[in-house]
């Protein structure tokens, strides 16, 4: 009997939904990201999605919020860096990112997280990087950068990128640093209660934010059903069903595999792009994407 962990059993294929259910709900979220430009403005489409979720997550959360009271307050700092990186800074640069990139461009620049963490451990966090790491973060950079020039390396001269596409350099960029820093300092807390401190402080420090975007910058919402749609979608599926899956699916396979599911984000992307949006992914998405895998492939092989 095979003791892999997505075996054809009903436990391996729960494994492997858990596994897929992350990268489909979050090139969803990018497909409707982009169906909101126009409908909720990128920053104040963050603050609602984290409002929202925390407001859904209250019950579940409260009593292990009051219990660990005293622990959350020792990593208040901690937390609010956490909260910044992530719900408030990662989220908001993916939605401003949206309003002029593709879904497919967004979710390929994303999968190059690999050369971000790299980058960042090594400088921030005298992380020590091996020849493989250094190897496959240049694929993974050879293909964003393809991605980014549209396949027409005679952009890289004039630096002329979409500006959606540096939100996105900048939104991963985050992730990394809020990666490291959770890897490195995780309070010792349970799931539910740091996500749910995350959230609080992600949605505090995006108020002003939203008071600039409503107030001074004059944009507004334009509430109608499909705007109701977009915000149940995003406080839902991508915030905590996938969250948890994703929790679920590390438990069930471990650390290394799920990182492989996360490539299939622009895959699922693409093919949500041509079915809703009608935009067909062009060649050089495939070019980039190979390359990405090809990095992510060779930076964890043992």
Request: hydrophobic share 60%; aromatic share 10%; net charge positive.
């Amino acid at each position: 009997m095979s003791s892999s962990p997505i075996a054809g059993s009903r436990a391996g294929w729960l494994t492997l939904f858990l596994l897929a259910f992350p990268p489909l709900s979050w090139a969803g979220n990018a497909i409707v990201g982009h169906l909101a430009a126009g409908a909720v403005p990128p920053i104040t489409l963050n603050f609602l999605r984290w409002l929202l979720a925390g407001l859904l997550l209250t019950p579940l959360a409260w009593n292990g919020v009051r219990e660990h009271a005293a622990a959350l307050r020792r990593h208040a700092g901690l937390i609010l860096a956490l909260g910044v990186l992530s719900i408030a800074s990662y989220n908001a640069l993916q939605y401003l990112a949206l309003t002029t990139s593709t879904p497919i461009n967004v979710t390929l620049i994303g999968a190059s997280m690999p050369l971000f963490l790299l980058a960042v451990g090594v400088t921030f966090f005298r992380e020590p990087a091996t020849r493989s790491h250094i190897a496959g973060a240049l694929l993974c950079l050879v293909g964003v950068t393809f991605v980014l020039v549209r396949g027409e390396l005679g952009r890289l001269a004039q630096l002329d990128f979409v500006p959606g596409d540096l939100f996105m350099l900048a939104a991963t960029l985050a992730w990394s640093g809020y990666t490291w820093l959770l890897r490195k300092q995780r309070p010792a807390l349970p799931l539910i209660v740091l996500l749910y401190a995350q959230i609080v402080a992600g949605v505090v420090v995006s108020v002003p934010f939203v008071a600039w975007e409503l107030g001074i910058d004059g944009q507004a919402i334009v509430w109608s059903t499909k705007t109701v749609g977009i915000l149940a979608y995003v406080a839902t599926v991508p915030s905590l069903l996938a969250y948890f899956a994703w929790d679920r699916a590390v438990a069930r396979a471990g650390a290394q595999l799920p990182v492989f599911f996360v490539t299939l984000t622009p895959a699922f992307a693409a093919i949500l792009s041509t079915l809703l949006l009608g935009e067909w992914p062009n060649w050089y998405h495939g070019v980039g994407l190979a390359a990405i895998v090809a990095g992510i492939w060779v930076a964890q092989r043992r």
